[in-house]
């Protein structure tokens, strides 16, 4: 089985990275989700390991489903605390980037990273990184950025002392960016990281339920109500929408992370293959949140770079949209009849 991801020379360039450095940051992307967190702390805990000193800094906060992994509570946030984020990063001597290739994904926190004076390493599974860094590890055939620092750890030696806590934060990060690896999740290779992952004593099942068994009440009543009041089905072009606005939102009491996966229940609908989330911001105004889902050979990347200034995966893409909900869906109309 063929774990490994790096040549020779590439190997040991990121030894000699890691080496040299005593003070590292590792930092996700801004909305933080499940691979963001997962990658970032399970490769912190490796790098921790090593003896160095590590933060974990995010933009900004990530959702109450997730805030039960390992050493979550020790992430610094930049919304919450720019001044020592930034002497963070002033005084690193490496900096990681993990589950994002744009500086723009870290929002107003981009400037630390386009005018850092450490080395970086991106470490990502996205396609077209722009980041000026000293090293990428961009896989973008791969699973997930977890699965991308699993192999890393694994071709470096580390996996014989990988803790407990950085198996279940990788582990999360693989389930969470497949869908309970019900999507781009066919390789053996994903399998047989799984049962490595269940020798460090990692209950999966526990993982699942902390995840996708989690909700607020009004987290299920929102997405009763998307289902019955919001959705808007296509069945000519297999496509469905729905769109929440600020006063949706506020009427359910929306926190971080509750649209989390949303987007993915209308493809049960037989025969569906595209399913659009627009979700208004709760304190810009003109701002739209845009997600897609697609099955088989749908290209969601392609869309959202066409209609909603966005990109991502080929089945799970997102967006902006700079205007208001009723634009919003005028877009979106426009784009099911092109397609």
């Not at 860094?133 to 030696?157: N, Y």
């Not at 009543?221 to 949706?248: A, E, S």
């Not at 659009?276 to 105004?285: A, K, V």
Request: proline share 4%; with cysteine.
């Amino acid at each position: 089985m063929q774990i490994n991801l790096l040549n020779y020379a590439e190997c040991e360039m990121l030894r000699g990275l890691i080496a040299d450095a005593e003070h590292i940051v590792v930092c996700g992307h801004r909305s933080p989700d499940g691979d963001a967190m997962g990658s970032s702390l399970g490769w912190s805990e490796y790098l921790k390991g090593l003896g160095k000193n590590v933060e974990v800094v995010m933009p900004d906060l990530f959702p109450d489903f997730l805030q039960w992994l390992p050493n979550a509570d020790g992430i610094l946030r930049y919304d919450k605390k720019p001044d020592e984020v930034a002497k963070t990063f002033d005084h690193a001597d490496l900096i990681c980037c993990m589950d994002f290739g744009q500086s723009g994904r870290v929002d107003s926190m981009s400037a630390l990273i386009d005018n850092a004076k450490a080395p970086i390493v991106l470490i990502d599974h996205h396609p077209d990184p722009t980041i000026k860094t000293r090293m990428k590890v961009s896989r973008p055939e791969l699973s997930s950025t977890s699965e991308v620092v699993f192999r890393l750890i694994w071709q470096l030696g580390g996996f014989e002392c990988m803790t407990r806590q950085a198996a279940v934060d990788i582990y999360c990060g693989m389930m969470t960016d497949t869908g309970g690896f019900t999507f781009n999740s066919n390789r053996p290779e994903i399998f047989f990281i799984i049962s490595q992952l269940l020798t460090k004593g990692i209950n999966k099942d526990r993982i699942y339920r902390n995840v996708y068994h989690n909700y607020s009440e009004q987290r299920v009543r929102l997405m009763g109500f998307v289902l019955y009041k919001r959705l808007h089905v296509n069945m000519q072009k297999r496509v469905c929408y729905y769109i929440l606005t600020r006063q949706d939102l506020k009427r359910f009491n929306f926190k971080k992370g509750d649209a989390e996966g949303l987007v993915n229940i209308p493809l049960q609908i037989k025969g569906m293959r595209l399913s659009i989330s627009l979700r208004e911001d709760t304190e810009r105004d003109h701002l739209i949140w845009v997600s897609l889902r697609s099955v088989d050979n749908l290209s969601c990347t392609k869309i959202a770079e066409k209609y909603f200034n966005g990109g991502g995966h080929f089945n799970a893409s997102g967006g902006r949209l700079e205007c208001t909900p009723q634009e919003a869906e005028i877009i979106v109309q426009r784009a099911i009849e092109e397609m």
